[in-house]
């Protein structure tokens, strides 16, 4: 992982040099957006189970995490260089962080799973208060970009994975219908797997990471 980061041309994020990048001001800013996203999400279903804190999003210029990354870059995460899989039909998805910026720290969900809102219909026919946090409608944020940061910093305690015996997957309104299905990210089989589903399934196992970007 270290090796792919490096050949990404950036700098290894670091507690040091997060410390020295970021102002202490910046950081009791994240701070408030991981709470303010914590208290309002905190009577949903799961909502006892998820654990909000900081998804540091690569410059998409150097390492786009809307898609597939290096299979060596997997290594360390499922145990050998594993491809990973990308439904051919998925346009390159909405970019909420943009170029310029090595590594952009996002309040979201950081944990194994999110939370449970339903289907992508019902999320995106619900009302915005709902999701709304400091002005901000989380659903517009809740894309691949951001699910696909939050596997790549979670090492071998990979998201939405059946391993740890609880198999969920990320539903991502944040992006636009394709041919009426709907955007989610998972892992399984030891494969990350961004894919299309249907837009009325709302099961227990399909999750939503509320974020909230930080100025």
């Known amino acids: 992982m270290r090796e792919g980061i490096v050949q990404a041309g950036l700098p290894i ?8 990048t970021f102002s202490a001001a910046y950081w009791k800013r994240l701070d ?3 709470q303010a996203l914590r208290d309002h999400f905190q009577y949903a279903r799961f909502g006892d189970q998820a654990v909000f804190g900081a998804v540091l999003i690569p410059d998409p210029a150097k390492l786009d995490t809307r898609g597939a990354v ?3 870059m997997r290594r360390d995460q499922v145990g050998a260089a594993s491809e990973d ?3 051919k039909l998925l346009p390159a998805g909405k970019l909420v962080i943009q170029t310029g910026t090595d590594w952009t720290p996002v309040a979201s969900i950081t944990g194994p799973a999110g939370i449970h ?3 992508y219909n019902d999320i995106r026919n619900s009302a915005p208060e709902t999701y709304t946090v400091d002005g901000v409608d989380t659903r517009d944020l809740m894309v691949r970009q951001i699910w696909g940061a939050r596997v790549l910093q979670s090492g071998a305690q990979l998201p939405d994975c059946e391993v740890g015996g609880s198999w969920t997957f990320t539903l991502l309104p944040g992006e636009d219908l394709v041919n009426a299905k709907a955007v989610s990210g998972t892992v399984l089989y030891d494969k990350v797997r961004f894919r299309l589903g249907s837009s009325d399934r709302g099961i227990a196992v399909v999750r939503i990471c509320p974020a909230l970007i930080v100025e």
């Open 70 to 72: 290096e299979p060596a």
């Open 117 to 119: 809102f339903g289907s």
């Open 85 to 87: 899989v990308v439904d």
């Open 32 to 34: 408030r957006a991981i």
């Open 13 to 20: 994020p670091t507690a040091e040099y997060l410390r020295k």
